[in-house]
């Protein structure tokens, strides 16, 4: 089993900065993709970003490509998201989440355990 709780949303302003942060419980942390996700309100949830377990392979929607960074740190069990040049477009419920042995990596499906999700939102 694995919980994960992120933190770091919040409002803030287009063109600004929020780095969100997974802290990870349990050893599967350290073996497993990590992703983002985002969810809009009436919106279906979608992939963001996702990084391997080693932290040497990454990969973005092109939305998010150049202005948002994924990390991690395995010996904190914490993952994170860094995400810069904020736009209204942004503003969602975002969710990290451990990637599961089945499904595609771009889709909520092939991810097993979820946190609670932290709300950003951008202003224009």
């Known amino acids: 089993q694995v919980q994960l709780v992120e933190s770091g949303g919040g409002l803030v302003q287009a063109g600004g900065s929020l780095r969100l942060s997974c802290a990870a419980s349990g050893r599967t942390f350290r073996t497993s993709a990590m992703g983002w996700f985002r969810q809009a309100p009436g919106k279906e949830r979608e992939f963001v970003a996702v990084?391997?377990?080693?932290?040497?392979?990454?990969d973005y929607t092109d939305s998010v490509k150049g202005r948002f960074t994924i990390s991690r740190d395995n010996a904190k069990n914490t993952a994170f998201l860094q995400m810069n040049s904020l736009k209204p477009e942004d503003t969602a419920v975002y969710y990290c989440a451990v990637r599961g042995s089945q499904g595609s990596t771009y889709k909520a499906t092939g991810y097993d355990y979820w946190g609670q999700g932290t709300q950003v939102t951008v202003s224009s």
């Open positions: 990084i391997d377990w080693s932290g040497s392979t990454r």
